[in-house]
């Protein structure tokens, strides 16, 4: 059985995920409102309940990166004194 | 059967009552009840989603806590010329929007409650040197402090309103130039104190008093953790790994960070004034360039607001709940 879920979802803020789901499951957030969950049926239970699209991980990798790719050609278009502030963004390889 | 003293080397208490404050996996018989009782963990620590906040911002500054939280100024989604004088306060519920920033800044720090908060330094929109002024907010409005000596951008500060410190830090961001220097704030005026022993920048840091603030890592590449008693500070047990540009929360004896780079951190640290612990819980989001301050007195519970890198890691919010305990009879039947 496959370790994680895929899905996207809009985090709406607080109950989102709560104290007890973070003990239920594995839950990370990454760009493009991609979620990385547990494969139990509670992390199961959570996407759907959230009106989570799950994804398959090579789905929610190409969204991923399609966003961080766009956040680093746009820091990229920064002036110096702008990238000064921040740090490019880094590529992120799902789980 | 071997019994509990040949187990761990230790004979069971034997006690009138439950103790007042019994620590994690103590065990002892009450006599009163006629139980064995032991002290177990509740619940474990987490974070959990809070409410999105208003203003997409990071790298501004903070101060408050998990019920009174205070985002100030920062940059935003577009950086130029998105230099925010915006304030967003938190309730513990819902984020609403507060008075504006006098000028606006972003990577300066703050300190103090939502009725008495305070933030100094930082970079302005039209210097690129430090910031040297302060401004204070009574939960409505801001108005001007005292101004400081030194400059300090991508710093710490800690204590409150009336009794603050400001440590190291940049004075200036290009060509980066930082500072050992510290000073006090008493609610009107600051003044110069002992220096700390690393210059660094983007710091983390923590202390509910300005007497007992502590200062951890930095960039760059720094897990070097320095501790301020009143005079001067002392270099003490390092985190694990490099950290810079994240939240810390808490005192010297119950701090806690969190978030930063490289890699927008999701892992959590715990500090009991000697030692840090990886936490178990972890951000369900990874982020860095938080809101820079909070003033708690504990490491119970904590909050992480207006971060990047990205526009939507500006409005998620993310609260800490510590490790609950909880008192049951042993049952051996």
């Known amino acids: ?95 | 059967m071997a019994g509990y003293n040949t187990i761990r080397g230790l004979r069971v208490k034997y006690l009138s009552a439950d103790p007042a404050n019994p620590e994690a996996g103590q065990v002892w018989y009450n006599s009163t009840t006629g139980n064995l009782r032991v002290d177990g963990i509740g619940q474990a620590a987490a974070w959990s989603s809070a409410a999105n906040a208003i203003t997409a911002m990071h790298a501004g500054q903070g101060f408050g806590g998990q019920s009174d939280a205070v985002g100030a100024g920062g940059y935003g989604p577009a950086l130029s010329p998105a230099y925010s004088n915006k304030t967003d306060e938190y309730n513990g519920t819902s984020w609403s929007e507060g008075g504006s920033i006098g000028s606006a800044r972003y990577t300066g720090q703050g300190c103090g409650s939502q009725t008495a908060g305070l933030i100094a330094g930082g970079n302005p929109v039209s210097n690129s040197e430090a910031f040297l002024g302060a401004e204070e907010y009574n939960g409505s409005a801001w108005t001007g402090g005292g101004t400081m000596g030194t400059g300090h951008g991508y710093a710490w500060m800690a204590g409150i309103q009336t009794a603050a410190i400001v440590y190291t830090g940049l004075t200036d961001p290009s060509p980066a130039t930082t500072s050992v220097n510290a000073e006090l704030y008493n609610g009107t005026s600051w003044a110069e104190v002992g220096n700390v022993n690393t210059a660094k920048y983007g710091i983390l840091g923590f202390g509910a008093t300005q007497d007992t603030a502590v200062k951890v890592g930095g960039t760059s590449a720094n897990t070097g953790v320095e501790e301020y008693n009143g005079t001067s500070w002392t270099a003490v047990n390092s985190i694990p790994a490099n950290r810079a540009d994240g939240m810390g929360s808490g005192a010297q004896t119950s701090g806690l960070i969190t978030a930063g780079n490289p890699g927008a951190y999701t892992s959590t640290l715990t500090y009991d004034g000697t030692n840090w612990t990886v936490s178990a819980a972890t951000l369900a989001t990874g982020r860095a360039g938080t809101a820079r301050g909070a003033t708690v007195s504990n490491n119970a519970t904590a909050i992480v607001h207006h971060s990047g890198p990205g526009a939507p890691r500006m409005l998620l919010t993310e609260e800490y709940n510590g490790p609950t305990t909880i008192v049951k009879t042993v049952s051996v039947s």
């Open chain 1, 1 to 95: 059985m496959a370790l994680f879920i895929y899905g996207t979802a809009t985090n709406t803020g607080k109950g989102f995920f709560t104290h007890q789901d973070r003990q239920n499951f594995y839950l990370s957030g990454q760009p493009a409102n991609v979620w990385v969950v547990g494969n139990n049926e509670k992390g199961a239970l959570w996407l759907a309940e959230k009106n989570g699209v799950e994804k398959t991980k090579t789905e929610a990798q190409a969204l991923v990166t399609a966003e961080v790719t766009a956040a680093q050609e746009a820091w990229d278009a920064l002036s110096d004194e702008q990238k000064a502030m921040s740090s490019r963004p880094g590529q992120i390889t799902l789980p």
